[in-house]
């Protein structure tokens, strides 16, 4: 049974950083280009960025690029996502995502002074 | 900037056939952008239940399509159930800088 389960979130104030933690587990990691989406509270969802399979190209959505990045680790089945001047707008739950047909239940990101 | 359209809501009885759509703004939406359907209920999340324009996963039921429609991707649920009320989320890829954009989604009420 594919399991994706997040970590790392909690309440920051603007200006913070964070590094998100995606842990799987019940399939082959390394075949699988993974993702993290985002979505505000009551808002819809939006694409943040992508990783191949072995970790040598990545995406990003233009409003995170420089901010954000992704990364990987195929020998620890593990999925990151720094995070880094965070704002307000930043607050969300983010979710990982292998190839957008498993998601994990979310982590909540707060972003507050 | 691609920007990706749904209708905000629409309601239908149970057993009734409705049907979604997603709108790019860069024009007709074609199998090349892969469009999928997302299904999420409160508090869960989402699911994808159509993926590369109509192909369906195992958990999809069969009341469940996805088409091409006068140039929108198209989720029709023909039969509809009231376990099918939910947000519904179309997602294209736009390649470029953007690469995957979502729909803002559809709030479906089944009454």
């Known amino acids: 049974e594919v399991q994706l389960v997040e970590s790392g979130g909690g309440l920051v104030q603007p200006g913070e950083s964070l590094r998100l933690s995606c842990a799987a587990s019940?399939?082959?990691?390394?075949?699988?280009?993974m993702a993290w989406i985002r979505q505000a509270p009551g808002k819809g969802l939006v694409w943040l960025a992508n990783?191949?399979?072995?970790?040598?190209?990545?995406y990003y959505v233009d409003s995170v690029k420089g901010r954000f990045t992704i990364s990987r680790d195929n020998a620890r089945t593990s999925l990151y996502l720094q995070l880094t001047s965070l704002t307000v707008e930043d607050t969300a739950v983010y979710y990982c995502?292998?190839?957008?047909?498993?998601w994990g239940p979310g982590t909540l990101v707060t972003v507050s002074s | 900037q691609t920007v990706v359209t749904q209708e905000p809501s629409l309601t239908v009885s149970p057993g009734g056939t409705v049907t979604l759509t997603c709108a790019s703004s860069?024009?007709?939406?074609?199998?090349?952008?892969?469009p999928a359907w997302f299904q999420q209920k409160p508090g869960q999340a989402p699911r994808e239940m159509i993926y590369?324009?109509?192909k369906k996963w195992s958990w999809t039921p069969a009341r469940f399509s996805g088409s091409l429609l006068g140039g929108k991707a198209a989720l029709t649920l023909s039969g509809v159930q009231p376990e099918d009320e939910a947000d519904y989320y179309c997602?294209?890829?736009?390649?470029?800088?953007?690469?995957?954009?979502f729909g803002g989604g559809t709030k479906l009420t089944v009454l």
């Open positions: 990783i191949k399979e072995d970790g040598s190209e990545k």
């Open positions: 019940g399939f082959t990691f390394n075949n699988y280009y």
């Open positions: 590369s324009t109509v």
């Open positions: 995502v292998r190839e957008f047909d498993s």
């Open positions: 860069t024009g007709a939406v074609t199998s090349n952008y892969s």
């Open positions: 997602l294209l890829y736009c390649g470029g800088a953007q690469h995957w954009v």
